[in-house]
């Protein structure tokens, strides 16, 4: 069972988002910080990534990380500003589904590259495959048709 995603606060959003507006060299108007929340977020993408869309993403994945089921949490936690960047949308489909950063691994590979380690350490049970009953032949034994 895979756990949730959290609800990543608007606050945390709003901190990633500062911190790679300083880290990219670049700042925002001084003004940005007596804005409301959602219009400070919306400013420091705008000034991070222009027109083009972002999406907030984890890094690494959820699904790379370890989960605490007593705590119910991720290990590092799933709203960490330090593990959380926003990227441009294409740029988050290519790091989750293609290729991954640099030689890696996509997110989506890496996942199901662990699942097989696991398998073959015998870690991760596979499920029992159920037994398909046979169907009873309609057609008695001995008959014959036409002749």
Sequence with gaps: MNPRRPYIPLAVRVKVAERQLVYSGRS??????????????????QDLFGDEKAHLDHYPALVLRDYDIILKRYNPDANDPDYLIYRTVHSHHIKTNVHGEGAQRSDTAERMHRRRMAENRGERKRKPKAKIAQRKNPWPKGRRFGG
Excluded at 30 to 45: A, M, N, Q
Aim: charged residues 30%.
């Design 28 to 45: 925002s108007s001084r003004f940005v910080k007596y804005f409301p929340l959602g219009r400070r977020l919306k400013s420091l993408l």
